[in-house]
């Protein structure tokens, strides 16, 4: 159990991100929901864990601004104290075969979901050094470990998640903070609702499990990295996508 926990999970208004906020709230943290643009999802999400009777409260932040980030961290630690929990969830796509991608599309891509993830780390490591504990969890993909056609720059920035979770394990595992990665693999959300029915049947005939995840699936994984019966796992990329990586 997380009783007593400040968890922050970014990108949390809705699919994954939202199934994991809800998730360690259930289990006794509180949880900060970070969003990026309109509050009313978050807010339905703060509802929804208030209502079950867990604590959250919702904050605004673009992960791809440093100077964002850095007043987002620390407001947190100013209002609770400390951070125990850090969920590295939020991520866009901008898919297209890579000889048509613009830069801005890449570069869109890469600001969100890698350097918003280097922003937050970089950030809530200092409270978790002070605190010599803490817990972050980076979400990856299959596409980062295996690559996709039309996601050149989602591909890149989800394996370079990878190296930084990696690296950022070894140079904080002597305070007590862990650093993982959760790699899904294709996930019932918005994003692969919109998929073509010709497109998820292809996807589905690559998973040996024979179904899409659910955004639950993940969120157990999460609870699990960020809790006490984790604390001798750091540095790891642990798979949820019903055995298409082996």
Known sequence: MLEGKIAVVTGASRGIGKAIAKKLAAQGASVVINYNGSADKAEEVKAEIESAGGKAMVMQCNVADFAACEQFIKEIVDTFGRIDILVNN?????????????????????????????????????????????????????????????????????????????????????????????????????????????????????????????????????AFLASDEAAYITGQVLHVDGGMCM
């Open 90 to 222: 939020a991520g866009i796509t901008r898919d297209g075969l890579m000889m048509r991608m613009s830069e801005e599309d890449f570069a869109d891509v890469i600001d969100t979901n890698l350097k918003g993830t280097f922003h937050c780390i970089r950030f809530a490591s200092r409270q978790m050094m002070k605190q010599r504990s803490g817990r972050i969890i980076n979400m990856s993909s299959v596409v980062g470990v295996a690559g996709n056609a039309g996601q050149v720059n989602y591909s890149a920035s989800k394996a370079g998640v990878i190296g930084m979770t990696k690296s950022a394990a070894k140079e904080l595992a002597s305070r007590g903070i862990t650093v993982n990665a959760i790699a899904p693999g294709f996930i019932e959300t918005d994003m692969t609702n919109a998929l073509s029915d010709k497109v998820k049947e292809a996807t589905l005939a690559q998973i040996p499990l024979a179904r899409l995840g659910q955004g639950e699936d993940i969120a157990a994984a999460a």
